[in-house]
């Protein structure tokens, strides 16, 4: 079992940057691969972000040159640098946990462990 809790959500404006962080206890020598998620009322949760054990990414196009997912696995956190916000980046954001398997995953079925979410509000 794999516990995850994030942090750092919060309100900005649009242009803004906030980082967030999931701190993982639990089970966290075994080998996983981590990733945010995102979601807002009545839509399915998007994958936002994803890095593997050996530090390779992937990121969802809507992010792709703002956001940066990294990892300290000496103090077992995710991190999620989110740079030029905008609105429509308001969502809530949870951070995911799967066991590794070779190749990285944005599908939230995929994912065995979830945080409880961190909101993030961007205002125009």
């Known amino acids: 079992q794999v516990q995850l809790a994030e942090s750092g959500g919060g309100s900005v404006q649009s242009g803004g940057s906030l980082r967030l962080s999931c701190a993982a206890s639990?089970?966290?020598?075994?080998?996983?691969?981590m990733a945010w998620f995102r979601q807002v009322p009545g839509k399915e949760r998007e994958g936002v972000a994803a890095?593997?054990?050996?530090?390779?990414?992937s990121y969802a196009d809507s992010v792709k040159g703002r956001f940066t997912i990294s990892q300290d696995i000496t103090k077992n956190t995710l991190y999620l640098q989110m740079n030029s916000l905008k609105p429509d980046d308001t969502a809530m954001y949870y951070c995911?946990?799967?066991?590794?398997?070779?190749?990285?995953?944005?599908?939230?079925?995929?994912?065995?462990?979830w945080g409880q979410g961190t909101q993030v509000t961007v205002s125009s």
């Open positions: 995911a946990a799967r066991w590794w398997d070779g190749r990285l995953s944005l599908r939230a079925d995929e994912h065995n462990y």
């Open positions: 639990g089970h966290t020598n075994s080998n996983y691969c």
């Open positions: 890095i593997g054990s050996d530090a390779v990414t």
